[in-house]
């Protein structure tokens, strides 16, 4: 079975300075997505980035960029500039391809930033 | 688009009571997931949809829970009836369909259900 793991319970950073997030999984698969979603105070999950592990291109999007080691099986997530509205849970999750639809959430990780 | 809309954001009952929660998926997306988040168990899936089926409901936690797809816009979950176990945040999710399978996962706003 995969599963996700997000060592962090907490982190913290100074607004504008640069974090990241780290988190691990374990598959027996060659196809599969990796996701970062963000859950602020509001509960909403926020889809943040999204890597296809065929792509060996590391995906960003704006502020936000992954560092994707397939071999290691590690998808940390980097915040460059951050500011008040990052602060929130960050959950990191895999979606195999091809025939299991069932999204496996790590149990996440709470980032304050300090203003 | 409007995103994934679910109804009501908050619901307060006392047990025994029917619940039942709703949901509007965005438009086209073939996948339907109903999850739950608590703090003790994190996030469950509980059952999905794929093109208005239940394929998988090995997820929901009694027979007391029970979720309906009767068309491609709206699917229902209901408790019948509550125990203030269930006290948790409900969510819903659609994607679009792959030759693989499903793909990324959009979330609707959640709703917190409370049984007193």
């Known amino acids: 079975a995969q599963t996700v793991t997000q060592s962090q319970p907490e982190m913290s950073v100074q607004e504008a300075e640069t974090v990241t997030l780290s988190c691990t999984y374990d598959t027996s698969e060659s196809d599969y997505y990796l996701f970062w979603y963000k859950q602020p105070p509001s509960r909403q999950m926020i889809l943040v980035i999204r890597?296809?592990?065929?792509?060996?291109q590391n995906a960003t999007e704006n502020r936000f960029s992954v560092n994707f080691q397939k071999a290691a099986k590690s998808f940390s997530l980097k915040i460059s500039d951050s500011q008040l509205g990052d602060a929130a849970m960050y959950f990191c999750?895999?979606?195999?391809?091809?025939?299991?639809?069932?999204?496996?959430f790590g149990t996440g990780t709470r980032l304050t930033i300090i203003p | 688009d409007a995103g994934v809309i679910q109804s009501p954001r908050h619901e307060v009952t006392e047990m025994g009571q029917e619940v039942t929660l709703r949901c509007k998926p965005i438009s086209g997306h073939d996948y339907l997931f109903w999850y739950r988040q608590t703090m003790m168990r994190g996030l469950e899936l509980l059952i999905y949809f794929n093109n208005n089926v239940p394929i998988d409901d090995s997820g929901m936690p009694e027979d007391r829970f029970s979720a309906k797809m009767p068309n491609a816009s709206f699917s229902t979950l209901k408790i019948q009836p509550s125990e203030p176990r269930d006290s948790a945040v409900y969510f819903c999710?659609?994607?679009?369909?792959?030759?693989?399978?499903?793909?990324?996962?959009?979330f609707g706003p959640g709703t917190r259900l409370t049984v007193l």
């Open positions: 890597q296809e592990a065929y792509k060996q």
């Open positions: 999750a895999y979606l195999q391809d091809f025939g299991n639809e069932k999204l496996t």
């Open positions: 999710a659609t994607s679009w369909g792959t030759a693989g399978g499903s793909d990324t996962q959009y």
